[in-house]
């Protein structure tokens, strides 16, 4: 099957440095769920300013749980949503559409690209934004799936080994957003730096200037156990994923600067 | 002089876990300064759903230099900004304002916070969010400072260390864009887990279940020279802003670990 892509609608297609855009399902998706916040834009009406909070999700299929990252999915967002956005997206409608229009994003640092003068500077990342209409999970089947998914996103299989499921106050007080996606796109810059021809030959530059790529990851140190914890040894599911996970995005950043380089400047 | 703190504007009111909320300029400053990116909202006219853009700034007084982080400043973004945005900032008026209205927002992840429970996970987090009007910066001296405010907050000592200033033809085709801000708040979560009473009583979730925090922070590796680098050893400014700086986000990370607990449950 060939791999699927989002429909580039006037709000969701690159402009600039399309050379880095990228509609790929399996990408963009791949950048939302590794990212440990996403952000999550929406009107308020009652404000000049869009409103943005940040927030836990996950894309996955209720309907179809053994879908691939490159399938059509959903998002599930997860948290106290502020009531404001609860309150919006139970009761609103845009065109023909049910729930809130959101605008979500997830930025992932490779790593800072240092090139011979300021303007050309740049930063290896993976950037990712999803546009579609969420309304709260209702169906409780759904909702107690919804959140092992997210949990399980945060460190696998820790929803298994906690106290679950949730009891009836926990599926009261905690709400799940889906959100029906639309469109979406990403943008990856990877590579060594680039230069313009000005100062590639200018050999007083080139002689002085140390140009190069700093990778950069988000690193999990070693664990702190509660004051209230009772289980002695840091459970082996919790450091596998820690150390393997720790290894996995420190290789990433350095395969990024491998890359071929897209576009011809800045981020 | 006492703490400077930003009014409390409707749409910058936190309104749920409150205790976890900071209106100090220089909490919320210092959030956004130390963030490699910044999420940059605005509502675009065209499309049901805000724009969103990562983006590089940092904050500062163009007139007062050595203005403190808590003083009153305005946020530089740089970029190849989207024309979209560059348009509108030229030309938009919202009220009395000048400009146009953009939420900008950035979040520092310190570490997991592992509960008895699914739904009493967290994060440790600092949020910042500002919200303020932006126009151009058309100043060829102010335009100057900023990019070597944004170069420098990347890496201290970068600007002075490459080829500068910058040319004609980067200065035409660099946009820099000055917000002034309106209203900003932080959220700020720290501190172990916590779980309610029904999980603390539980003798059997107790023993069984590991609780506490994994402290996270951005780790940069080793520097990788680009294929046209000809300064063999990484520079000192470099290597120390390098290493100084992992040290510094990892103790803070395990810090937040030792602060009390704000609020009583998840994000």
């Known amino acids: 099957m060939p791999e699927l892509e989002y429909p580039k609608q006037p709000y969701s297609t690159v402009k600039r440095l399309n050379d880095r855009a990228r509609y790929s399902l399996e990408t963009i998706h791949g950048i939302i769920n590794s990212s440990p916040f996403i952000n999550v834009a929406f009107q308020d009406s009652t404000s000049p300013f869009p409103a943005v909070l940040p927030m836990i999700g996950q894309m996955g299929s209720f309907a179809r749980p053994s879908a691939d990252l490159g399938d059509v999915l959903d998002l599930y967002l997860h948290g106290y949503v502020s009531s404001r956005l609860m309150n919006l997206a139970r009761t609103s409608r845009d065109g023909g559409e049910t729930g809130i229009p959101l605008t979500m ?24 934004v999803l546009f579609g209409y969420a309304t709260p999970v209702v169906d409780q089947a759904e909702k107690l799936w919804a959140m092992e998914l997210v949990t399980n996103s945060v460190v696998p299989s820790r929803y298994q080994n906690t106290r679950n499921p949730p009891n009836g106050a926990e599926m009261q007080s905690t709400s799940i957003l889906k959100v029906k996606i639309k469109a979406g796109s990403a943008k990856i810059r990877s590579g060594e730096p680039h230069d313009d021809k000005g100062d590639m030959n200018d050999e007083e530059v080139r002689e002085k200037t140390w140009v190069g790529v700093v990778p950069a990851w988000t690193q999990f140190g070693e664990p702190v156990a509660g004051s209230y914890n009772r289980v002695e040894k840091v459970p082996g599911y919790l450091e596998e994923w820690r150390v393997e996970g720790n290894e996995e995005r420190r290789r990433e950043a350095y395969e990024a600067v491998k890359e071929p380089v897209k576009g011809e400047e800045g981020t």
Chains 1, 2 share one sequence.
Do not use: E, F, K, W
């Not at 011979?116 to 930063?123: A, K, V």
């Open 105 to 128: 994003s997830a930025t992932i640092l490779d790593g800072y690209v240092l090139s011979l003068t300021p303007n050309s500077h740049s930063y290896n990342y993976r950037s990712a």
